[in-house]
């Protein structure tokens, strides 16, 4: 059974409107989770770090909340620009990150 | 503050060949992930060096080995290379060792391609 899961798979989007992308997890004995967004063919840049005792992160027009009880965060980010285009992947933190399959977000000029 | 290094960018190898890849972690990060990329199983973690000590592994061949210098510094290996070997190899530094609590700083990869 996948442990990380990303809904939906790919999403695209008029320029300025907000962004929702989900991701669940199995097992809530997680240290903390983090967000990754990744150009194509390049290395991954962290977004955010939720630890396990906190409920939501917030760096600039990106938010991320994290339910631990639930297996669930999500990301928010708002004002959508072109810029934002790539895949944005969740990791939770066990031992190791385990990585969804990311969700492809296209904002459309 | 440099980021995380990694070299080569590119290879390509022949199958059965052997390869090497190298990663300098952020200064004063001692903790060392690494990461395979492929297009059919995503993001897979190999194993993690924290004070040139193996601490986590995971479910790889033994033709996957590293090590990690005193200086944080590390390397990869995969001997007799197969052609599903084939991916973006991601180095990831941490402050300390996984469980600490400290996010990850990823490099940008060695793209490795066996022919």
């Known amino acids: 059974k996948q442990e990380v899961t990303q809904i939906p798979a790919a999403l695209s989007v008029p320029e300025g409107e907000n962004l929702v992308l989900n991701c669940s997890f199995t097992?809530?004995?997680?240290?903390?989770l983090q967000w990754f967004r990744q150009d194509p063919g390049k290395g991954l840049t962290s977004l955010l770090l939720?630890?396990?005792?906190?409920r939501e992160q917030t760096s600039g027009r990106l938010n991320a909340s994290l339910d631990k009880s639930s297996g669930r965060s999500t990301l928010y980010i708002a004002a959508s620009q072109p810029g934002d285009s790539a895949t944005y992947l969740c990791?939770?933190?066990?031992?190791?990150?385990?990585f969804g399959a990311g969700t492809t977000v296209t904002v459309r000029a | 503050k440099a980021g995380v290094t990694q070299t080569p960018r590119y290879l390509i190898k022949t199958r059965g060949q052997q390869v090497t890849l190298s990663c300098s972690p952020i200064?004063?990060?001692?903790?060392v992930s690494w990461y395979q990329q492929t297009p059919g199983q995503g993001l897979q973690f190999l194993f993690e060096?924290?004070?040139?000590?193996?601490?986590n592994k995971g479910n790889f061949p033994g033709r996957f080995s590293g090590r990690q210098f005193s200086n944080s510094r590390s390397e990869m290996n995969v001997s007799t290379l197969e052609l599903g070997d084939s991916a973006l190899y991601l180095c990831?530094?941490?402050?300390?060792?996984?469980?600490?609590?400290?996010?990850?700083?990823f490099g940008s990869g060695t793209r490795l391609t066996v022919v």
């Open positions: 990831a530094s941490s402050l300390e060792v996984t469980g600490s609590g400290y996010g990850y700083t």
């Open positions: 097992d809530s004995a997680i240290y903390n």
């Open positions: 939720i630890q396990s005792s906190q």
């Open positions: 990791a939770k933190n066990d031992y190791k990150l385990s």
């Open positions: 200064s004063g990060h001692r903790s």
């Open positions: 060096y924290f004070s040139e000590t193996q601490r």
